[in-house]
């Protein structure tokens, strides 16, 4: 038997006030991840001898979706290189409902590459409140138990091929969302090598 609609349901389906605001918000976050995406461009050419030329040429790309665990997102994927040899990503995600997330995740060659100087970049991040993923759950964007967050005392304790680094930025922070973005990505930038 189909439930009739509530009033609050009634009261969605007869305005167009959500989508509209949903459409300004959505211009909004692009404007700033746009510009995030020119600042963070800039970072790769200050760093470009420490990334892999393949990184280097990735310029950033914008996508958004409707249906992340039912809910609307937008993605700043910058540099976004996903291989079968390996991922080498820095990713500003938009969790409608939730929370900006700045993730770092590098697997397979990029990881193996890397490893050496990994101990040196967890160690960067004691002080700014980040996560490292300490289960399979690569895609997962929500801080959940996989998540610990690392402190002085955390070592790099790698788990198969692949480490991800995820900081969460409050909706109420959005106006400190560029520079906490350019920190993260050039703290882990100023700390690793590429020979």
């Known amino acids: 038997m189909v439930q009739p609609f ?5 009261s ?7 989508f509209v605001q949903k459409n300004k918000i959505f211009a909004s976050l692009h ?7 020119n600042h963070i461009n800039k970072l790769k050419e200050k760093y470009n001898q420490n990334l892999p030329a393949e990184v ?3 310029q950033g790309k914008i996508s958004r979706g409707e249906n992340y665990n039912n809910l609307p997102y937008m993605v700043l994927d910058n540099p976004n290189v996903f291989s079968n040899d390996g991922i ?3 990713r500003l995600i938009f969790l409608w409902g939730k929370y900006f997330t700045l993730n770092i995740a590098i697997s397979g060659k990029y990881f ?4 050496p100087y990994l101990p040196e970049v967890i160690k960067s991040f004691s002080q700014m409140n980040v996560y490292q993923l300490h289960d399979d759950q690569l895609w997962q964007h929500y801080i959940t138990s996989g998540y610990r967050e690392i402190s002085e005392d955390s070592n790099f304790t790698p788990l198969n091929d692949f480490l991800k680094l995820t ?3 409050e909706f109420d922070k959005v106006e400190t969302l560029k520079i906490e973005t350019l920190n993260f990505y ?3 930038l100023q700390n690793i090598k590429h020979q």
């Open 6 to 10: 509530s009033e609050e349901e009634l």
């Open 112 to 115: 193996l590459h890397y490893q």
């Open 88 to 90: 080498f990503a820095f």
């Open 31 to 37: 404007e700033r991840f746009l510009q995030i995406n």
């Open 167 to 169: 900081k969460v930025i």
């Open 56 to 58: 280097n040429r990735k």
């Open 186 to 188: 050039e703290m882990f």
């Open 12 to 18: 969605l389906i007869s305005g167009d006030y959500f």
